[in-house]
């Protein structure tokens, strides 16, 4: 008979407030049993206020961050602050998975148009289609941008697709272009100077700059 795999609770000898914490930090992205542990340690030891002000900082992110209504980057205030600065080339739209991917490409100071986050990438062995991205809003948001009877609007030129360079990258950016190819848009893909399976919010400055430049049609 197999042994039971023995629980946090099992294997730490703290009381169960202490406990619930670990636990908690344990189900953090990329953080195991002794980073956990070492986290809820950390939170014991420092001063009351400075506890406090972390805590408060994680509430306000849950009750007030939202997604802006053109984009859906991350805001406290929708629309968010590049869709509402009129500086930007609003010709261009940079489609990218994640917000954290728009803000690896804006650490570059060398893209100034707009973005759009697709919220996700394909993935079928999870069920994620192509519906539970944020394609068809993409597309009605260029379709408004050509609209000639609105006259505030500037018409969307070229559609940059900057999605992670590996093979569920690749089958959302196809699924991209199928959906906005009769738009009368020029759709380009970033350069391959990122390495097959490196990640947009890994990549340094001066790569996304490079990939963004030599970026090429999509065939």
Known sequence: MAKKKKSLRDSLPYSDLLL??????????????KSAEKLAYHIMTIPKDDAMRIARSIANVKQK???????????????????????????????????KDLWA?????????LYHILTGRLSPLEGITADNLTIKQLAARIRTSLDKNNEDAVPVTEVIIATNPDYEGDGT??????VLSKLPVNITKIARGLPTGASIEMSSPAILSEALTNRNKIE
């Open 105 to 113: 490409i804006e650490k570059t100071g060398h893209y100034k148009g």
């Open 65 to 99: 961050m939202t997604v802006c209504e053109h984009c859906f980057n991350l805001t406290n205030e929708s629309p968010c602050e590049i869709c509402r600065d009129d500086s930007r080339d609003r010709s261009t739209i940079c489609v990218v998975e994640q917000p």
């Open 173 to 178: 950016m196809l699924a991209v272009k199928e």
């Open 20 to 33: 619930d914490l670990i636990e908690n930090f344990a189900t953090l992205p990329g953080i195991g049993a």
